[in-house]
């Protein structure tokens, strides 16, 4: 049974120029121990429908779905109180911007000890030894003092293991990252990459990749999804989608890689017809 | 025989803080004493991390704010910021592009007018010509006539990125400053302004002086690369040099940062993992 199983999922959004469908008909599974990468541009749709899966989409917003469960249970028709339940604990998130998901007024000490107080129960002794335990797990020097730091005095990839650290508080089955390294130099992408990937090997977690960028599908993934405009476009193995992508949206995202340039200007997606391509369906 | 655009001998920048009412005051070197030439028609990248003083050394070279220490030498010419205001025909010939194309364009002046602005300022081109002028630039730049009176609110991140580099090729540069000009824009919008670029320096003899944190960008676009570290430029040389044989310990963790998106690492990734 997979871990999370999104079927024919359609998100619209109410403006006042008329509803708008952000996620038009993504279906996806993730397993246990597996890592999926989620890549697009932005207006794909890609945090949406992750959004959608944790409810955290303002009220302006409808999601419908043949089939949303996680683990086997239906989570598309829960109660708030029942969803807060599983999400932050079973699912939990990572965001974009470390130092703006982080909240200025508390310590980032209080932060994680809220999540283990709300979902672990453990008394104010135990809270305390697992929040040094995970601060020293995504490699905070001196974790002790550092839970008595302010957000401001962290930089942002610090804070970002802080965001890690709390995500990973109540051992989550599936850990969703939404571009967790956009906003971080190449040298710190890189210590947060091998930080995720070594948590996510030991704890044998499920995971989600939202990103834009190819070369970190390329570092992280086991399967990709390629979405355009809300839709999926392409399916398949990391290996071949690289190796052969068959989707020519795929093939423009490859080959507008100034790595894989070859003449002196670039292909841009707009060379490539691919909007009329429909989905085929995945391969391994 | 090939000019000298851009030159300067021993940049310096020092930041001074005061430490407040009893502390003490310190001193940030922000940039240490960089040596550069870039040569009419060539593009320099100027890579680091954030942090690493090269938006300052940009600033500099714009003529925004003035070294505390060493020499800017523009079209050969040496120019010195704090002892005599700058005249208009310098101004004209060093303009910047800046990253955020949502922070750098006034959202209630419409495009038209963000065109026409330089020209009001720098230049005594009259108002009827002033119009063409604007009008011809948007087409140069892959925008239509009818986004004139647009305001920025109506355009992409991409197509204000293309507003962004008119407006700094309004006053005919010899000299273009782009600072992470590309990294707030998707891949395929990316490669449409890189193109641009590339289409514009053909067209112009431009030269650019490439600000970015991006490896493979870099790879594509420089002719020259700088590697800038804590203020310091520790790598300088042509790109197939420092991307062949880097010299410092620094750029070859740089080099090792970046992910690699080719079949080959992707096998042996997948392979370390299913071990």
């Given amino acids: 049974m997979p871990l999370l199983e999104i079927e024919n999922l359609v998100v619209t959004f109410d403006t006042a120029a008329g509803s708008l469908r952000a996620v038009d008909g993504i279906s996806l599974s993730v397993d246990a121990g597996e890592v999926l990468a989620i890549v697009g541009e932005s207006g794909s749709g890609k945090s949406v429908s992750m959004l959608a899966v944790m409810g955290l989409l303002p009220w302006t917003a409808t999601v419908k779905a043949d089939r949303m469960a996680f683990e086997g249970r239906d989570?598309?028709?829960?109660?708030?109180?029942?969803?807060?339940?599983?999400?932050?604990?079973?699912?939990?998130?990572?965001?974009?911007?470390?130092?703006?998901?982080?909240?200025?007024?508390?310590?980032?000490?209080?932060?994680?000890?809220?999540?283990?107080?709300?979902?672990?129960?453990?008394?104010?002794?135990?809270?305390?030894?697992r929040a040094i335990e995970l601060f020293a797990a995504v490699g905070i020097p001196d974790p002790e003092d550092r839970l008595g730091h302010f957000p401001h005095q962290m930089s942002g990839g610090q804070c970002q293991r802080v965001m890690i650290a709390i995500a990973i508080a109540c051992n989550p089955?599936?850990?969703?990252?939404?571009?967790?390294?956009?906003?971080?130099?190449?040298?710190?992408?890189?210590?947060?990459?091998?930080?995720?990937?070594?948590?996510?090997?030991?704890?044998?977690?499920?995971?989600?990749?939202?990103?834009?960028?190819?070369?970190?599908?390329?570092?992280?993934?086991?399967?990709?999804?390629?979405?355009?405009?809300?839709?999926?476009?392409?399916?398949?193995?990391?290996?071949?989608l690289f190796e052969t992508p068959e989707h020519p949206y795929t093939q423009a995202l490859l080959s507008a890689l100034p790595e894989n340039a070859t003449g002196d200007r670039l292909p841009t997606v707009s060379d490539f017809a691919f909007e009329d391509t429909p989905y085929k369906g995945g391969r391994a | 025989?090939?000019?000298?655009?851009?030159?300067?001998?021993?940049?310096?920048?020092?930041?001074?803080?005061?430490?407040?009412?009893?502390?003490?005051?310190?001193?940030?070197?922000?940039?240490?004493?960089?040596?550069?030439?870039?040569?009419?028609?060539?593009?320099?990248?100027?890579v680091g991390e954030?942090?690493?003083?090269?938006?300052?050394?940009?600033?500099?070279?714009?003529?925004?704010?003035?070294?505390?220490?060493?020499?800017?030498?523009?079209?050969?010419?040496?120019?010195?910021?704090?002892?005599?205001?700058?005249?208009?025909?310098?101004?004209?010939?060093?303009?910047?592009?800046?990253?955020?194309?949502?922070?750098?364009?006034?959202?209630?002046?419409?495009?038209?007018?963000?065109?026409?602005?330089?020209?009001?300022?720098?230049?005594?081109?009259?108002?009827?010509?002033?119009?063409?002028?604007?009008?011809?630039?948007?087409?140069?730049?892959?925008?239509?006539?009818?986004?004139?009176?647009?305001?920025?609110?109506?355009?992409?991140g991409g197509q204000r990125q293309r507003i962004a580099i008119a407006r700094a090729l309004m006053l005919n540069p010899r000299l273009l400053v782009l600072d992470e000009p590309v990294s707030a824009l998707d891949l395929s919008v990316q490669a449409q302004v890189l193109n641009l670029l590339a289409d514009l320096q053909d067209e112009f003899g431009l030269t650019y002086v490439f600000i970015s944190h991006d490896l493979s960008v870099v790879r594509y676009i420089a002719d020259d690369v700088m590697v800038m570290y804590f203020g310091e430029a520790v790598e300088y040389g042509t790109r197939d040099k420092v991307f062949s044989d880097p010299q410092h310990e620094y750029t070859r963790t740089l080099f090792a940062a970046t992910p690699r998106a080719d079949v080959e690492s992707i096998r042996k990734r997948l392979e370390r993992r299913a071990a």
């Fill in chain 1, 75 to 129: 989570i598309l028709n829960l109660s708030a109180a029942e969803r807060r339940r599983i999400v932050g604990k079973d699912i939990a998130m990572i965001f974009q911007e470390p130092i703006a998901s982080l909240n200025p007024c508390f310590t980032v000490g209080f932060q994680i000890e809220e999540a283990l107080k709300q979902h672990m129960g453990l008394d104010r002794k135990a809270r305390r030894k």
């Fill in chain 1, 173 to 240: 089955k599936l850990l969703i990252a939404d571009e967790p390294t956009t906003a971080l130099d190449v040298t710190i992408q890189k210590q947060i990459l091998d930080l995720l990937m070594k948590l996510q090997a030991e704890q044998g977690m499920g995971m989600i990749m939202i990103t834009h960028n190819m070369g970190v599908v390329a570092e992280t993934a086991d399967r990709v999804i390629v979405q355009y405009k809300g839709r999926k476009m392409e399916e398949a193995g990391v290996l071949a």
């Fill in chain 2, 1 to 46: 025989m090939s000019e000298t655009v851009l030159e300067t001998r021993g940049i310096v920048r020092d930041y001074h803080l005061s430490g407040g009412l009893f502390g003490q005051g310190r001193t940030i070197h922000a940039v240490k004493d960089v040596s550069l030439k870039v040569e009419k028609g060539k593009t320099l990248a100027i």
């Fill in chain 2, 50 to 156: 954030s942090g690493c003083g090269k938006s300052t050394l940009a600033r500099i070279i714009t003529m925004i704010d003035a070294p505390t220490a060493g020499e800017l030498f523009i079209d050969g010419e040496k120019v010195d910021i704090t002892a005599n205001r700058l005249s208009a025909e310098m101004r004209r010939k060093v303009q910047i592009v800046f990253q955020n194309p949502y922070g750098s364009l006034n959202p209630r002046q419409k495009i038209g007018d963000v065109l026409m602005d330089p020209l009001v300022i720098n230049s005594d081109v009259p108002a009827s010509e002033r119009r063409d002028r604007a009008m011809a630039m948007l087409t140069k730049v892959g925008l239509q006539p009818e986004h004139f009176n647009r305001y920025p609110h109506m355009f992409s």
